[in-house]
């Protein structure tokens, strides 16, 4: 299942009370700061949620996999998730409310 923004917007809005305008402008200046502080090379930490940080990684040799001729790698920068530990343990056990809806 996958979830977009809009969903998220309706979902946090009804369970806030909150208009889907205001909760729409939170969003997007939550996501917009994530955005800019990973480009400044920063890091973004969300107790129990987990954190996003940009890593850079090395130039390297690969294979194209259709002929098996090497092609080189280039390097680059990727941003990264890491699961905080409350995520981990309810993703882990499956824990949320079983229904095809996500909750909040």
Do not use: C, H, Y
Request: without cysteine; positive net charge.
């Amino acid at each position: 299942m996958t979830i977009t923004k809009r969903e998220l917007v309706m979902l946090v809005a009804s369970k806030t009370g909150m208009t889907q305008s205001d909760v729409f402008r939170i969003v997007e200046s939550a996501f917009d700061t994530l955005t800019q502080t990973l480009v400044r090379g920063g890091r973004w930490e969300l107790r129990d949620f987990g954190v996003f940080e940009v890593k850079r990684r090395a130039a390297r040799v690969g294979r194209n996999p259709r002929t098996g001729e090497q092609v080189p790698v280039s390097r680059r920068t990727v941003v990264s998730f890491k699961p905080g530990k409350m995520m981990k343990e309810k993703v882990a056990a499956g824990t949320g409310d079983g229904g095809d809806s996500p909750s909040i």
